[in-house]
């Protein structure tokens, strides 16, 4: 069995950025945001507050070891079981990475940091920077994102336009739409008039086609999603589901792995993650592929989520 890694995981196909593997630069869950829909559960610590939260070096010391044992990627990302941006070493960080490798880097963002300078500064290292959008007004921003009391919208837009002027990488915006919450006409014109501000070079919609926490997120329709990126522009997209991109043998076998663990028994995330030793990142990309061919669904008890494969009847006729 292969060595536990302790900051990257994966290669996972993503549905955005290919086969990525991922770098978690913050502990599970440090975020400046507490967003509804979060598959990771709740923020146990909303903060604003940059630090050292994970030792840089030892980072880069894993990932040399994985480059040196053949790594194929499409893209290096950084994101974490939180916000990255609240590293305070992220800069470096990248640096480092583009010392020993030529694979582009990729930073999921919430973007909400990237009003301060140091915070652009260090994303503009990147070659890809992926922050989100979810809300064209206070109301919805708080509704939907539940903010640290320091982060407001209108600093979240403007600093994304500063950002644009100053990086001259790829910006992806993401737009999370949760039905009843921000897919009204009036919220969708004002994400709009955002997205017009910040000139991303994608826009890129997605909705609840995985797990939360909470209860009552509700998943966009397809036909929506897509009258919705029409109204947005030609930059928009709808993100495809990740069954459709490549998939190698070895992911292969730990998405096996994670089914037939969910046929022995229902597990929580952290179960399937401490069971299998993988991330939760990654465990959550294959419980979120097999929700979406109904093999596996999911059910709260006390405020955690459980998952579990659907038995198929089987037709003996
Ligand atoms: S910003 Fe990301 S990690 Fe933070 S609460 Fe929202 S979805 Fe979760």
Same mark, same amino acid.
């Given at each position: 069995m292969a060595e536990e890694k302790k900051y990257l995981y994966g290669p996972v196909p993503s549905?955005? *950025?290919?086969l990525s593997l991922g770098v978690d630069i913050?502990?599970? &869950?440090? +975020?400046?945001l507490d967003c509804?829909? +979060?598959? @990771?559960? &709740?923020?146990?610590e909303k903060t604003t507050e940059r630090k050292e939260y994970v030792p840089a070096e030892a980072v880069l010391a894993e990932l040399k070891e994985t480059l040196a044992q053949g790594l194929q990627a499409d893209f290096i990302t950084i994101s974490?079981? %939180?916000?990255?941006? @609240?590293? *305070?070493?992220l800069g470096e960080l990248i640096d480092g990475i583009k010392k020993v490798t030529d694979i582009p880097v990729a930073v999921l963002t919430? %973007?909400? @940091? *990237?009003?301060r300078q140091d915070v652009r500064t260090n994303c503009a290292k990147a070659d890809v920077v992926l922050p989100s959008l979810d809300a064209g007004d206070k109301q919805a921003f708080e509704e =939907?994102?539940?903010?640290? &009391?320091? =982060?407001i919208i209108e600093n979240l837009i403007s600093g994304l336009c500063v950002f644009r002027n100053e990086f001259a990488g790829s910006i992806w915006l993401e737009v999370f739409l949760i039905e009843g919450l921000n897919t009204d006409a009036r919220q969708i014109a004002k994400i709009k008039n955002a997205i017009k501000r910040i000139q991303p070079d994608k826009v890129q919609l997605n909705t609840a086609v995985r797990p939360t926490?909470?209860?009552?997120i509700k998943r966009v329709d397809t036909e929506k999603l897509e009258a919705i990126a029409a109204e947005l522009g030609k930059k928009c997209e709808v993100v495809a589901d990740f069954s459709q991109g490549r998939c190698g043998k070895h992911i292969e076998s730990k998405a096996e792995d994670v089914l037939s663990m969910l046929k022995r028994r229902p597990c929580s995330l952290n179960e399937i993650c401490s069971g299998l030793g993988i991330h939760h990142n990654e465990a959550l990309k294959y419980i979120t592929h097999f929700q979406q061919q109904r093999m596996v669904d999911s059910s709260e008890k006390d405020g955690t989520t459980f998952f579990k494969a659907i038995r198929r009847k089987i037709n003996t006729d």
């Open positions: 549905r955005r *950025l290919g913050v502990p599970f &869950k440090v +975020c400046t509804v829909y +979060c598959q @990771l559960g &709740k923020t146990s974490g079981s %939180g916000e990255p941006t @609240l590293n *305070l070493r919430n %973007g909400t @940091l *990237l009003y =939907i994102n539940r903010p640290h &009391k320091d =982060i926490t909470h209860a009552g």
